[in-house]
């Protein structure tokens, strides 16, 4: 035994010195450590100015400063080498190193697989130092200051977050690389684009395809697919990633979907779907657009875009004609209908939906069976009253399955998405009509969509149906409603209705377009649903700027009000009697 007690007494030594070893080294971490990595940040900023300059606005700098630019792209990789090294001597245990820094250790595998060259990768060094310029700055007692003076609601954070994506997407499309033609595209065109796709609208004032290069298709895509989730939604994930989703993220996360203890699994969940699902609609299509295309890559290309701007709703297309090339494609209809569908009901109710599905029962909640039902209602509808109005109209040319398949593809995508496999401006005039108030109405709250959501109608109509048999109380699926419930729908109706009108008057006297395409063409916008009768690119420039502006208020309106009204009442303490007032 007396071995045995000398081993644990020299292995019990060891591990004290490893502790002390780690605080004794805490302590001692020199100073110019962090300074030096200011330097590092300094220089990946002044590679970002060059890369801006030369890629972005395609400047010509004379040979002296070319040799610069790729002198200090190689010392920002260089100088990144270096700060990782440090890190990881500084740094005890070492498999904190890695749990700490894993993302930068991914700058590495393009460099070594020689994937690209380096230059190419010092551009996800400079992303990678550019958040952590962030993370410092936003640590600093100046910035705390300004928090301190500043208080913002989750709505609001929501807003701005939204307005600081458009501007950025803004600033790229205006880059020359941006366009087909190097010359970029103008600031009301960008501006425009940018806000229709954050706002995962739809509406164009230039051919996607034609006008933007790729990169300007990339910078599309990506907008398209913060707005459809929502740029909080991502910001939350990154600092679960990082294990700092701090006490107020995850009360503005809470506010949002209104979700009280699964904070943590619901934005995994969104995230985790969100990645199947396109992925799985990339699949699908480029198995049937690989026919077609026989190019393997712009195939791959071009079914990863419509996959994303399927399921958000967004209703961008590499096709000139949106999807008219494919109208009694049935393998095409199919899944784009179904990325709409999923993309329009909500997260919740997906969630919701998927955890019953996977204890073998299902017992949804009421909000998911709202959704569902009238999600169900407005497509049966919109399908009837399209292919009645149209079967010997816009849809004659076609055969009998394909007049099924275009009206019930139209009722399906009029309500956020934005595709369209018929031409619009041809449609009847009662179509248009019942298209506007399918637009109107929009998707579901906690989804990719906009308009006033599925449940707003739905509670207004049980309202009415409540008054009309006279019943004190609204009761839906054996539940009843809580009056807030009613009041905020109220008030989303009323806020979105004036909107509407102020924005349509606005157009009407400014623009010489005839009144219905102009009402189509505002109400498409409010309910971020991209859909038009072809006068969007002949708008003036005020007419673009009122459309940008109700493109975001669509966006941002109703949700907002909606975080905002989502807040507890207050109860005054002071109550007044009680008046009557007469109603019709």
Not at 243 to 267: A, D
Not at 508 to 535: K, N, Q, R, W
């Amino acid at each position: 035994m007396a071995p045995l007690n000398k081993f644990r007494v020299f292995w019990n030594k060891i591990q004290f010195w490893k502790k002390s070893r780690v605080i004794k080294t805490g302590k001692e971490i020199p100073g110019w450590v962090n300074k030096f990595q200011y330097w590092v940040f300094g220089s990946a900023l002044f590679a970002l100015i060059f890369i801006v300059f030369e890629a972005g606005l395609r400047w010509r700098f004379p040979p002296l400063l070319s040799w610069i630019s790729i002198a200090v792209d190689y010392l920002v990789f260089a100088l990144f080498v270096a700060d990782m090294i440090i890190s990881f001597i500084f740094t005890f245990p070492k498999s904190a190193f890695f749990r700490r820094q894993w993302l930068d250790l991914l700058v590495f595998f393009p460099v070594i697989l020689r994937l690209v060259p380096i230059q190419s990768s010092v551009g996800l060094i400079i992303i990678r130092h550019i958040l952590m310029l962030i993370k410092v700055f936003t640590r600093t007692r100046k910035f705390s200051r300004v928090l301190r003076g500043v208080r913002l609601n989750t709505a609001q954070i929501v807003a701005l977050s939204f307005i600081v994506t458009i501007f950025i997407g803004m600033i790229l499309l205006t880059f020359p690389t941006a366009t087909t033609d190097g010359h970029g595209a103008n600031l009301i065109d960008a501006l425009f684009t940018s806000t229709s796709a954050t706002c995962v609208t739809g509406l164009i004032v230039q051919d996607t395809p034609r006008y933007f290069s790729q990169f300007g298709q990339w910078v599309i895509l990506v907008l398209i697919q913060l707005g459809g989730l929502g740029i909080m939604t991502y910001s939350a994930f990154v600092a679960l990633l990082l294990k700092k989703l701090s006490l107020g993220q995850r009360k503005m996360v809470q506010e949002m979907f209104e979700e009280e203890q699964n904070v943590y699994s619901m934005i995994f969940y969104i995230v985790k779907m969100t990645f199947f699902v396109e992925l799985a609609g990339m699949i699908l299509l480029f198995i049937r657009w690989n026919f077609m295309y026989k190019d393997p890559m712009r195939t791959l290309y071009f079914s990863l875009f419509h996959s994303v701007s399927a399921f958000c709703n967004a209703g961008f297309s590499l096709h000139s004609n949106s999807l008219e090339n494919f109208t009694g494609d049935l393998w095409v209809n199919g899944i784009i209908m179904l990325l709409i569908i999923i993309g329009g009901l909500g997260f919740i109710v997906i969630y919701e939906t998927s955890g019953q599905w996977k204890k073998h029962k299902l017992r949804l909640s009421t909000h998911s069976l709202i959704v569902i039902f009238t999600s169900a209602f407005l497509i049966v509808l919109g399908f009837l009253v399209i292919f009645f109005f149209e079967f010997d109209g816009s849809l004659v040319q076609y055969p009998l399955p394909t007049r099924f398949l275009a009206a019930l593809f139209q009722s399906v995508t009029t309500r956020t998405a934005g595709f369209n496999t018929v031409p619009i401006g041809p449609l009847s005039r009662v179509s248009l009509t019942f298209m506007i108030l399918l637009m109107f109405i929009g998707a579901s709250p906690g989804s990719t969509g906009g308009g006033i959501k599925t449940t707003t109608f739905a509670v207004l109509l049980l309202s009415v149906y409540s008054i009309l048999r006279s019943r004190d109380r609204v009761e839906v699926f054996h539940r009843t409603l809580v009056p807030a419930n009613i009041l905020k729908a109220l008030t989303v109706l009323v806020f979105a209705l004036v909107l509407v009108v102020i924005i349509f008057g606005l157009l009407l006297a400014t623009e010489d377009i005839p009144y219905l395409p102009l009402l189509f063409e505002t109400v498409s916008a409010f309910g971020t649903v991209g859909l038009s009768t072809g006068i969007t690119a002949s708008l003036s420039s005020t007419g673009k700027l009122l459309i940008v502006i109700l493109m975001f208020a669509g966006r941002i309106g109703p949700l907002t009000l909606g975080l905002a009204l989502a807040r507890e009442m207050k109860k005054r303490k002071v109550g007044y009697p009680d008046a009557r007032v007469m109603i019709g």
